[in-house]
């Protein structure tokens, strides 16, 4: 777990020693796979012995770097880490992130009615009724109440208008933005370093959006924006920034 998250308890994530007893665990029943053959296996030309595990780590964290890289490379496993480029290039926190962090921070309750406090302000129109059974597909592991929320704040709220929210209470909260990005997330440094280490760095997109609502025009320009970073910041990668797994017999671990 990065520190920013262990020293505020601010995020429920996986004990580094915890982690590394997963790793222990997933190497006992499964082939550990690297990128290239688990791409293999998909196109029906390398059989493993047993099921295949892959490794893929989203977001770009610095304890990917951190913590995660060590304990890879010791088992000399690959993983594949794929990163929001405009996190690590604009040092800014991702608004999704932004969520996650004031979820964790304050109480939920006062956080909510701040959100809707200032959505009614800013944008009255919008519409905050949303379908439980449609929040509870999409937000499985939350609370019907949090996954409401986030459903709302996610599909429901303008871009523009929940970005310059989520800025305010995130500022007023938790502090400078800046700040907290440069711990938060790889330096492009740190993710060249990784490639060099032998794990695979690909594309979750720009800004971290959810791409299914843009414009074709802006998802274009997002993907293209990441791709160009992607290959003028690090190493050429043979299955480019957005190495893709689809149906088979595989299993990943977050």
């Not at 959100?115 to 800013?122: Q, T």
């Not at 280490?197 to 979750?204: E, K, L, R, Y």
Request: aromatic share 10%; with cysteine; net charge negative.
């Amino acid at each position: 777990m990065c520190e920013i998250c262990h020293a505020r308890g601010l995020i429920k994530g996986l004990l580094t020693e915890d982690f590394r007893r997963q790793i222990a665990a997933l190497g006992q029943r499964y082939e550990m796979a690297t990128l290239g053959s688990a791409l293999a296996f998909m196109r029906s030309e390398y059989r493993p012995a047993r099921d295949l595990c892959l490794l893929t780590f989203d977001d770009g964290l610095k304890d990917h770097f951190t913590e995660v890289l060590p304990i890879l490379s010791e088992r000399r496993l690959q993983g594949v880490f794929f990163v929001p480029t405009a996190c690590l290039e604009q040092t800014h926190v991702a608004s999704v992130h932004k969520n996650h962090f004031l979820l964790a921070a304050v109480d939920f309750d006062e956080y909510r009615r701040a959100f809707l406090g200032e959505l009614r302000r800013r944008h009255p129109e919008t519409k905050t009724e949303v379908d439980q059974a449609t929040v509870a597909a999409t937000y499985r592991w939350d609370t019907p109440e949090v996954g409401a929320f986030k459903f709302l704040l996610n599909y429901r709220v303008p871009e523009p208008v929940r970005d310059t929210i989520l800025d305010a209470l995130f500022a007023a909260y938790l502090g400078n933005e800046r700040a907290f990005a440069r711990e938060l997330y790889l330096s492009w440094q740190d993710a060249y370093q990784m490639q060099e280490a032998g794990m695979v760095v690909g594309s979750h997109s720009h800004n971290h959006t959810v791409l299914s609502l843009l414009s074709d025009e802006r998802q274009r320009k997002d993907l293209e924006t990441c791709t160009a970073l992607l290959h003028g910041r690090l190493r050429p990668s043979p299955c480019g920034p957005f190495p893709t797994l689809t149906g088979g017999s595989t299993a990943t671990t977050t």
